[in-house]
């Protein structure tokens, strides 16, 4: 080779080392692109946040969401479709948050992951739509895949570089899960998700950084002081087991009536609701005149709104409270709930059967393995049901009414039946409610086809409730019965900020709660009362209450047995009236968040409340699980 031919050909290589160099440097600027792009899309669909985020947790999800893009890109082999996929997923991200706080209030948090079936089954009920600010966001998405596919050059793989792209793709993946699990969230980047405020959590510490913090807090911790010593001063000794006898002493059933446990979905009363107490529609107002015949009534609370039904059918079936797990967590899809005190287990340990109606999906918040697991004999789930009357395409109340009696009429004995109906579920922008049905609420503070539809919806769930009330008392068999709402709808944030003039991140203590009441009753019909009136007991300090002591609420009203267990929330109620997610009312009346109080009846009475839960839930060998019931005595 000539020294000229030497020369040409060095000169060559760096042309193409220069050239390789430029071409990584053009893919690297794409990358960041690629990132500050998905953490935009992330975010942008819904939050208006971005700007007053703090330095440490924009540059905390920029890091998080810059880890997931580069196991994108490795995994797909640096290339540009990578990219686009990644920024790709980033928009669903941000979409997906979009949708469900439309639907439901609140951005996605980690148990969401868990109950996608669920989701994708009432998802029908909602209409998807684009805004300006989505459209935005998909050109966004689409003029970076184009410059992706212009400018950004290409890069072969050899079957080496793959390897290796690959092994540092799992590498990555490995060293950030071992900081997930080496690093508080919470602490070390100071991030509070308010379970009141989810989605200005989110908005205003990011999505990513959010999320995981959640995510760290889905494993129960033991709390502290927690232990056999302390259980046993709290609920009292556990005696030994006696299996050859049921839990109220005798191997006969209880002599006690029938039990339907209605939780009406969505049922909500917005006559509360500043402005509209006089408004015509806004109230159910048979419910109103049953409750004024009821044993106990009132205003329940919840720890779910405008979704989240598990979570409020698991604080009323077991006693315990979200408040002690925290926000985004879903029981029902998380945890094993076999052996776990329960309204369900209670019955059936009297010698009642035990029954659940819901008419959907059986696998909807895993109903058809948690009913089991909490010890119901039977579940009819939408198959059960087929070809029933439907009101805006779903099951009807009165439908759901007429099976729960059927149960009652097709078993010797008394039963226990947990009816969840499904009539009032959103959206309310159907349009399918029949002329002769339409509601229009009568106020000028609120004008909405969406809320008209809504009491349109409880208009009817009130006239059923009405024949199912008129049907009981025409029975010789005596029967109880407890009604109550799930969570308001969707539009209660809105709502409020429409009637109350500001805000929901403006609101009080008090305030913020007005969205998580609905109402309840529990009532006696005319043959439970010729039976059993020396049992049953009207309670006067129930008028407020919240949905982990309803089954206590209920064996009190009712004379049945009580546990160790229901005879603590018993105890619990009388200095804490209501708990619920977003906090507690005092026996003074008086609002508090969580972490107000120091020291004192609500602190001690709060830290018991959270040993005997955890104990209940999650210590499948607990002594207490089961422990049997027992009379009230006549001084009680």
Known sequence: MTASQ????????????????????????????????????????????????????????????????????????????????????????????????????????????????????????????????????????????????????????????????????????????????????????????????????????????????????LTPKTPEGYSDEALTAILGAAPAPDGAEGTHGSSAPYDGPNVIAIMNETFSDLSTYPGLAEAEGASPLFFHELAGDSLAAGSVYTSAMGGGTCNSEFEFLTGASMGNMGGGVYPYVLYDLTGTDNLASYFRDLGYGTHAIHPAEASNWRRDRIYDQLGFDAFDDITALSGADTFRGMVTDKATYERALAKIDEADGPQFVFDVTIQNHGGYDTGLVPEADRVHLGSNTVDSPEVDEFLSCIKRSDEDLRWLVDELNRRDEPTMLVFFGDHQPGFADWLFERTYGKSVDDASAEEVQQRYRTPYLVWANNAARAQYGNRLRSIENADVTSLNYLGALLREAAGLPETPRSRFLDELRDVLPVINLNGYRAADGQWHWFGEEESGSAADALRDYKIVQHDQLFNKDSAWNGQAARPRSSAE
């Not at 905390?60 to 880890?67: E, K, S």
């Not at 706080?101 to 996608?116: R, S, T």
């Open 6 to 217: 030497t020369t040409g050909r060095r000169a060559s290589q760096k042309r193409d080392v220069a050239l390789g160099l430029g071409a990584t440097l053009v893919r690297g600027a794409f990358f960041a692109g690629a990132v500050a792009l998905g953490f935009l899309l992330i975010e942008l669909p819904w939050s208006d946040g971005i700007p007053t985020m703090g330095a440490s947790h924009l540059a905390a999800n920029l890091a998080i969401v810059g880890l997931l893009g580069a196991v994108v890109f490795l995994l797909g082999q640096r290339s540009r479709a990578s990219l686009a996929v990644f920024v790709g997923l980033c928009l669903l991200i941000g979409m997906a948050n979009f949708f469900i706080i439309e639907f439901k209030g609140q951005p996605v948090v980690p148990a969401d992951l868990f109950a996608l079936s669920t989701a994708a089954s009432v998802a029908g009920g909602y209409g998807l739509f684009l805004t300006p600010r989505l459209i935005g966001c998909i050109a966004l998405f689409a003029a970076f895949c184009v410059a992706v596919a212009l400018w950004c050059p290409k890069r072969p793989v050899t079957g080496r570089a793959a390897t290796a792209n690959c092994i540092a793709a799992v590498a990555l993946a490995a060293a950030a899960g071992l900081a997930y699990q080496a690093v508080d969230i919470r602490d070390a980047f100071q991030v509070k998700v308010d379970v009141w405020d989810v989605r200005g959590s989110y908005s205003s510490q990011g999505t990513a950084l959010c999320f995981l913090s959640r995510a760290q807090e």
